[in-house]
């Protein structure tokens, strides 16, 4: 399975990952210096040598979701994990539901 973590350190904090399906990676936490946390989302590439998009070069990056579709992609995420639970963690999905509606 590729993983679209590497490198998320860098502009990234307090991050939870919330779905890898091997192909595309959400993940929920603060980019640079916002307090409020936010969706990441990166397609992972095709295998283990791809590098996925968004990338700088080599580095792997994350696409800032929007908060206004954030719901939206949590509750589909929700449902999809629900239905095939290794693709996610479905207990930190439904804490960021919650953290959202807040």
Do not use: H
Not at 65 to 72: D, E, I, R, T, V
Not at 82 to 98: M, Q, R, S
């Amino acid at each position: 399975m590729n993983s679209g973590i590497i490198n998320k350190q860098r502009y990234w904090s307090n991050v939870v990952e919330l779905y890898n399906d091997g192909d595309f990676s959400v993940i929920w936490g603060n980019f640079t210096d916002d307090p409020k946390p936010c969706l990441g989302i990166r397609w992972n590439g095709e295998n283990e040598n791809s590098v996925g998009f968004p990338r700088n070069g080599g580095e792997k990056l994350w696409f800032v979701l929007p908060n206004s579709l954030a719901g939206m992609v949590l509750l589909a995420l929700y449902e999809k994990v629900g239905i095939n639970l290794k693709d996610g963690n479905l207990e930190k999905i439904l804490e960021v539901i919650k953290e959202c509606k807040n």
